[in-house]
């Protein structure tokens, strides 16, 4: 059984910056695509960036410049570097993994006050 674990998450001031990862148990060949999604309240739940096994990585217009997406295919994570962080980051985030179909992690909530 695939199993995602979520960590990094908390409170920070904005300008601040956290970084997320999200290991997968239970995995023998090789990961597709891993991502983070995030939802905040009231609001539908929206891509933030992913990054394939060959290390393309896509951003959410709202995040570019500030965040960054990497994996360590060795330990089967993925990171997510999240700096100059405002209040509008402010939701749960959560990790997913492509992996003969979509896993999710439990999600991680990440608070930028100002």
């Known amino acids: 059984q695939v199993q995602l674990v979520e960590s990094g998450g908390g409170l920070v001031q904005a300008g601040g910056s956290l970084r997320l990862s999200c290991a997968a148990s239970g995995i023998i060949f090789s990961i597709n695509t891993m991502g983070w999604y995030r939802q905040a309240p009231g609001k539908q739940r929206e891509l933030v960036a992913d990054?394939?096994?060959?290390?393309?990585?896509n951003y959410a217009d709202s995040v570019k410049g500030r965040f960054t997406i990497s994996r360590d295919n060795a330990k089967n994570t993925v990171f997510l570097q999240m700096n100059s962080l405002c209040p509008e980051d402010t939701a749960v985030y959560y990790c997913?993994?492509?992996?003969?179909?979509?896993?999710w992690g439990q999600g991680t909530q990440v608070t930028v006050s100002s």
């Open positions: 990054i394939t096994n060959g290390g393309s990585t």
């Open positions: 997913y993994m492509d992996y003969v179909r979509r896993w």
